[in-house]
Every structure is written in C-alpha cells, then in structure tokens.
C-alpha cells in the first residue's frame, strides 16, 4: 500500500433512489494517469465531487498519503495536494486571466499577493502556452485558451494529484494534439493525473490504467488496451 498517493475505497454516493456511485474502488501512485471511463449518466462526474469535496460521499474512504478525507470540504482536499478542473470550463468572465490563475492560490500554504502572485500567475500561463494573455479579460478567450487558464488555475494551487473531467473534449485535431503534450508534460513534473476522458485517442496515449463505470459500479480494471476491448464495456458503451 506505500505509495500510493490516493487510495478511493468502495466511495458511494446516492440521489434518492438512485446510486449515482456504487463501491467505486481506484489508486493513483506517483506519475501515473489514470482514466475513469464510461457511458454518459454512469456517474463519472459525481465520482470526481466526492473525491475533491464538492460533493460528501454516503460511504467508503478517500485517502490522500494516508489521510482520511471522505466527507472533507473541498478547500481542505486543495490544500493537501488534489486539484481539478470542471467539465465545463468555470472562470471568472469579468475578470483577466492572471486574476483567475491567482484565485487558484487561496488555499495552498501560505496564501500569496501582489507582485509574488502575479510574477507565480505568469510563470503558469507560460507553462500552459498563454504568455502573453494575463492581462485579457478570461471571458474573451478561446474556449482551447479558456481551458488552459483553468488547469493553470489548478495547477496554482500546487496538485500532487490533478482531477480533469474532460479536459480533452470538444478540441481540433491540432487542439488535441497540442493538448495531449501539454498533459503528458505535467506527469513528466511528477503530477499524478486522474481523467474523466471520451476522447478514446487520449485515453490510449495517456492513460497508465482505466476504471470503467457503468450505473454508478465500475467493471472493469486494466490498461487502455484490456478495458477497451473487453466485452462488458463494448456492450456498456453500446448500451446493449
Ligand atoms: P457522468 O459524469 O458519468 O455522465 P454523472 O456523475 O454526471 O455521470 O451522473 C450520474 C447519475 O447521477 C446520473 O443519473 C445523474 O442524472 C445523477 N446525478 C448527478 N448529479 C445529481 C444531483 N446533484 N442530483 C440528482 N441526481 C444527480
């Protein structure tokens, strides 16, 4: 068990009737990408809240190093090292893209301001590919560009362990290509990588090992290419 950075046990999550997560058990060790896959509706969403906090699962266990924090409000699970992204990109429109990336800062050890949060900003939007953009209005942007500003926001606040939930989606075939690299390059920096990804093409070339999920319960573990081609998740995705 050493070495695993997080370690989700049997997390389970209803909406009235209906059991959104069911038993969903995965871990992610140091420079791994893991992808979480599955039919629209099985709950991949809802398993991401409840490991970063928006959402409190009803049972099992979400350990970070070690740490019990199922149930942990989500500026806490920031602060000890799990960031994320949303599937539809959440920005402050109005307010310029450096301003957004500072905002990712608030709850890492010891909160920065002024010039140190500006100069941390820039250095992360040229990390993204958006030198150049700080002073835009993030509204104004791209959507490409809007997503980048959101994992530099991310990234902000310092991840060992960075949840994105389609962050490949809705991209160019240069877009997705430009953006396969930049993902590729943050687990290069030791930054471990859980994604909620369609993108079949991106779950092959990133993915170290898959969970599936179908109705909330996952079917099936492996690599990209054991769960792409066994039969449950054909038939789930198919929806026979
Ligand atoms: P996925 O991300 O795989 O598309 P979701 O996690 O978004 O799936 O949703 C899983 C199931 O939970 C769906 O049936 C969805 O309608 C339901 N669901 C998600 N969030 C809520 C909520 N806040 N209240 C009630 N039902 C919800």
Known sequence: MSNVLLD?????????????VDGLSLQIRPREIVGLLGPNGSGKTTALNLISGVLAPDSGSVKINGHEFAGSPAY???HHGVGRTFQLVRLFNTMTVRENVVAGMAFTNGR???????????ALLERVGLSGYA????GQLAYMDQKKVELARALAGRPKVLLLDEWLAGLNPTELIDAIALVRSLKDEDISILMVEHVLEAVRSLCDHCVVMTAGAPISYGTPAHVLSDLEVVRAYLGD
């Open 76 to 78: 806490r699970i920031t």
């Open 112 to 122: 920065l301001f002024g010039r140190e949060a500006a100069r941390q900003a820039d």
């Open 8 to 20: 989700v046990q049997g997390l389970s999550r209803r909406f009235g009737g209906l059991k959104a």
């Open 135 to 138: 002073g835009k209005e993030a």
